[in-house]
């Protein structure tokens, strides 16, 4: 019943921008901190950007200013905004809900997708 479905990914090259959405059903959207991961083989998933349930947004230091995380409750919908790409932003991108969130992450009743391949070669 709880679903989220990545989407958006693919092959860009440097520089270039993706937007990636992520579909969310079967629990109280709204009421649910989202974020998005990236990870890499041999790798941490590691956290990219959040955005509360207010609004509230955090970023990866890498991913600030390059990177804007929104959300869309009428849609429920979250979306990663992915500008002046780089190789190392290659990984898989993993959309997560979680009921709340803290200094170390999403914690209660945590969602995951299954995640969405982002390339970004030349």
């Known amino acids: 019943q709880v679903q989220l479905v990545e989407s958006g990914g693919g092959l860009v090259q440097p520089g270039g921008s993706l937007r990636l959405s992520c579909a969310a059903s079967g629990f109280a959207f709204s009421s649910y901190a989202m974020s998005w991961y990236h990870q890499t083989p041999g790798k941490q998933r590691e956290l990219v950007a959040a955005?509360?349930?207010?609004?509230?947004?955090t970023y990866s230091d890498s991913m600030k200013g390059r990177f804007t995380i929104s959300r869309d409750n009428a849609k429920n919908t979250v979306y990663l905004q992915m500008n002046s790409l780089k190789s190392e932003d290659t990984a898989v991108y993993y959309c997560?809900?979680?009921?709340?969130?803290?200094?170390?992450?999403?914690?209660?009743?945590?969602?995951w997708g299954q995640g969405t391949q982002v390339t970004v070669s030349s």
């Open positions: 955005i509360t349930r207010d609004g509230s947004t």
């Open positions: 997560n809900a979680a009921r709340f969130w803290g200094p170390r992450g999403g914690y209660g009743n945590n969602y």
